[in-house]
């Protein structure tokens, strides 16, 4: 597809005797806003984890930008510009909010040594400029998510991949997360979004896929997607 | 860059101060308890830059110092060779360890990794035991050089280890305030996040298991000269492995200082110790220091002061 920033081609994932993504197929376009859900266990974190570098697929091949990263470690994919947030925050505990953001500019976002400024203008971005100075465990649970995106942030992505940042969030916190995302989409960077909270990916997404026990079973448009008897099937049974 | 060059001024002053002591002649027993104090700030600091800055817990001190002693030994019974070739001989061989300790890392984390140094000490100690040639079970008697550059056999070792300690405590304060020493701190608080982040985890790591390797190498090096009698038991002691690791915590992990105050406070400790009560008291001391700082102040002495600093 031209202009695909990311292609996922026929990925498969076995963890022993189970297979959590069966030929997965997808292709998400530059600047798109790109819905992947699916049930619990249905193998969005996994493909994720092979896009991010975290797992390495068994087949298939993943391209990126045009370079072929399917067996490449997570941190040189970061460098080529594929950021993830965790579904379970997971700051860097004895570093300050500042520092955290540090270590992605630092060794990724190719700022050596010289990072303060730019610190200073992502957490002002998304809210947390009053906090730097805190260390994780005196923020709460939003300015943690807040944490995961802005940390993703300085790595200086052009694929922004936000797994469940939303979830557990109140419906006011859940808006101030989906404004930040947008406005990151408006910057030009392409983002996927994993989400159980519907209302958000509906109204965020200009694309959906829906996985169900690691095979892909449908996409299109958030309306398609509504209207999809296989997608009400695979959410509510028979 | 002012701050390495003030570091290094430091660490000149130090080395100055410590020939200046050698040249002192004081009680010949100073030197003596001295060179074990400064080898276990070498021994201390370079367990710190696996162990504090990456967090990953190193229970095979003693197969890391012995090699350094063996080598040293190897070297000195097969071609009489000088003291700076042992110390740069046995790094390098305790380095190589550490780079094979490190790549465990990839399948051992936590508690399985330190398991696993501690089962390579019992390994590596047996292999010794078993080669005659070394000495094997009964140890080697091991003959000083004639005529060391100056003062003292003891005195010039004394001096030898002041600087080694200075070049480990230096090296390690380097790490820790480059790149190198934030992405370790990175990796020891999440691994995954960090490699998600950008950083090399593997490669950093491999970095820290080696270069700690070869500094406690190192110190281990001009062992066979300071006691001239080597044998497995006193090579492969315990007494490095407890202490490797109870020096930098009662100090303090996440800065250089803390390795060097737990070694200069516990090392005198004990060597007050095995000179007024008895050398049996040594890992006693250990023991109980150990216990009341992991209760009273996990993070050292270094968290003690932030948090008196802090009210």
Redesign the interface.
Known sequence: MAGALLEIDGVVKRFGGFTALNRVSLSVRAGERFGLIGPNGSGKTTLINCV???LRADEGRIVFDGIDVTRL???RR??LGI??S?QIP??????SVR?NL???L????HA??HTAAETAEILEAIGLGAKAHLRPDGLTQIEMRKLELA?AM??RPKLLISDEAMAGLSSAEVDDILAILLRLNGQGITIIMIEHIMRAVMRFSERIVVLDAGERIAEGTPDEIVRNPAVEKAYLGE | MRGIVGALLVGGLVIAAGVGLAGARVNPYVYFAGYVILQYVVIATAWNILGGYAGYVNFGTPAFFAMGAYTAVLLIKSLRAPLPVLIVAGGLVAGLLGLGIGYLTLRLRGTFFSIATLALSVVLQTVIINWEYVGGSRGLSVLRPAGPPFGSYVTFLFTVMVGLAVVAVLTARFIERS?IG??L??L???E???????????RLKLFATTVSGFLLGVAGAPFPYYVTFVEPNSAFALDYAVNALAMPMIGGT?SWIGPVIGAVLLGTAQQLATVTISSEMNLFIVGVVLVAFVVLAPEGILGLARRLRGR
Request: proline share 8%; with cysteine; net charge positive.
């Open positions: 991010a570098g975290s470690p997570a941190h970061t460098r950021a993830r965790f997971r700051p860097f505990t004895s570093m520092d540090g270590i992605p630092e060794y990724a976002g050596r040594g940390r300085a790595a | 790149w934030r992405g701190a990175a020891r608080d999440n995954e996040a960090a490699e998600c982040m950008g950083v090399p985890t593997l996440t």
